[in-house]
């Protein structure tokens, strides 16, 4: 069965500095994707960034970057510039079928 | 906003009870999820229904069934409610559910609370 382990519980950051989240996974598939999901104190849930394990190259949304080291099964979240409004709960999530399975999850707070 | 909604947004009920949580997918969009999110277990996938049809189960209870009906809206029936239930339960839905590369876009939740 597929895992996800989030090590760090919580994490915190000062404003305008660069913060990494760590995510690894455990899998015998060999294709499969790979998401960061944020959760504010809303409760929503929001799709951060995403990416297609047979793509090499690190995907990039604005702010958000990813570590994605396929062979480690290591998927890192790197937030540069924080901001106040990156303050949320971050969840790692593993799918290769639609459902998606999540890590523990990892409360970040930004300080100002 | 995703385009999902959910109702209710809150629900207190009391063990032994029986409740339903209605989700409206976004428009066009076939796929239905639900997930549940507590202290103890996490954020775990319970079930996804694809134009009618179950396509997945995960770690859904027997107490616990679902059903997505004609006009695409979903529920998620939870029957002889434990303590351990109380949860947030959150509807995503996706365009065709085909792929795990579509977006799943989650709604607000129903928080639920057995007393």
């Known amino acids: 069965a597929q895992t996800v382990t989030q090590s760090q519980p919580e994490m915190s950051v000062q404003e305008a500095e660069t913060v990494t989240l760590s995510c690894t996974y455990d899998?015998?598939?060999?294709?499969?994707?790979l998401f960061w999901y944020k959760q504010p104190p809303s409760r929503q849930m929001i799709l951060v960034i995403r990416?297609?394990?047979?793509?090499?190259q690190n995907a990039t949304e604005n702010r958000f970057s990813v570590n994605f080291q396929k062979a480690a099964k290591s998927f890192s979240l790197k937030i540069s510039d924080s901001q106040l409004g990156d303050t949320a709960m971050y969840f790692c999530?593993?799918?290769?079928?639609?459902?998606?399975?999540f890590g523990q999850g990892t409360t970040l707070q930004v300080k100002p | 906003d995703s385009g999902v909604t959910q109702t209710p947004k809150h629900l207190i009920t009391a063990t032994g009870q029986r409740v339903t949580l209605r989700c409206s997918p976004r428009s066009g969009d076939l796929s239905v999820y639900w997930y549940q999110q507590s202290l103890d277990q996490g954020l775990q996938f319970l079930i996804q229904y694809y134009n009618g049809e179950e396509r997945a189960k995960g770690n859904i209870l027997e107490r616990f069934s679902a059903q997505q009906f004609p006009d695409l809206h979903s529920e998620l029936n939870l029957s002889s409610l434990e303590l351990g239930d109380s949860a947030l339960y959150f509807c995503?839905?996706?365009?065709?559910?085909?792929?795990?590369?579509?977006?799943?876009?989650f709604g607000p939740g129903t928080r639920l609370t057995v007393l």
């Open positions: 990416q297609e394990a047979y793509k090499q």
């Open positions: 899998t015998s598939e060999s294709n499969y994707y």
């Open positions: 995503a839905s996706s365009a065709a559910g085909t792929g795990a590369f579509e977006e799943q876009f």
């Open positions: 999530a593993w799918s290769n079928t639609g459902k998606l399975i």
